[in-house]
């Protein structure tokens, strides 16, 4: 595992999140535990079942994976997993909608380096990059991550539940994927920079 990519701090604090998400089923579980000490009924018993399934459901939906990117700064990449659900272009751009389900994996991982982004509780937006812009939409949303030079790929948070995540491409950029194509975070390369594209990230990083 590349830790430059999956910060330790990141990794920590999205342990913490899965704790209070299971805080729940174990309470459930322990309570009907005891009460079932004092007397055995069928409502302790629905109880414990009911928290271990909570338990588990929380247990899956934190799956998220500890990877590193490839090593292609020239590209842009999936910020999310999911499945594209549609590719329109226009004269200038193109939008590309990735649909994340439930069972998805969470992690949100930049597209390109140095980014800017703005936080809201079920939303991230990202406001700097050059040659493109995405915003992800779901249940909620954890961002762990306030620093904002960091390289394409890093694990920034984490987006819970289903949702949505609309990435417009300039059409400086060459489109690598298709509709109905499965993603990952930090792999999957969305598009790759033309020359000319090149040539202007170059003169900006002078």
Not at 87 to 105: A, L, Y
Not at 150 to 175: F, H, M, Q, R, W
Request: net charge neutral; with cysteine; aromatic share 10%.
């Amino acid at each position: 595992m590349d830790e430059n990519h999956n910060p330790l701090h990141i990794l920590v604090a999205i342990q913490k999140t899965k704790y209070r998400y299971a805080a729940i089923p174990i309470i459930m579980i322990v309570f009907s535990f005891v009460s079932n000490l004092v007397a055995q009924n069928e409502i302790n018993r629905y109880l414990a079942f009911s928290g271990l399934l909570l338990y588990a459901a929380v247990q899956f939906s934190f799956r998220f994976n500890k990877i590193s990117p490839l090593p292609n700064e020239k590209a842009i990449l999936s910020p999310v997993n999911g499945t594209v659900e549609s590719i329109n272009s226009s004269k200038d751009e193109t939008r590309i909608v990735i649909k994340k389900s439930w069972t998805d994996q969470i992690d949100v991982r930049l597209p390109g380096n140095n980014e800017d982004f703005t936080v809201g509780s079920n939303q991230i937006k990202s406001v700097s990059s050059e040659f493109y812009e995405w915003e992800l939409k779901t249940s909620r949303v954890f961002i762990y991550e306030e620093n904002k030079n960091l390289p394409y790929g890093t694990l920034i948070g984490i987006a819970l539940g289903k949702g949505a995540c609309t990435i417009t491409i300039s059409n400086k950029c060459v489109i690598e994927i298709k509709q109905g194509d499965k993603v990952t975070s930090g792999l999957t390369i969305l598009a790759e920079y033309t020359e000319l594209a090149k040539e202007t990230l170059r003169e900006n990083e002078k």
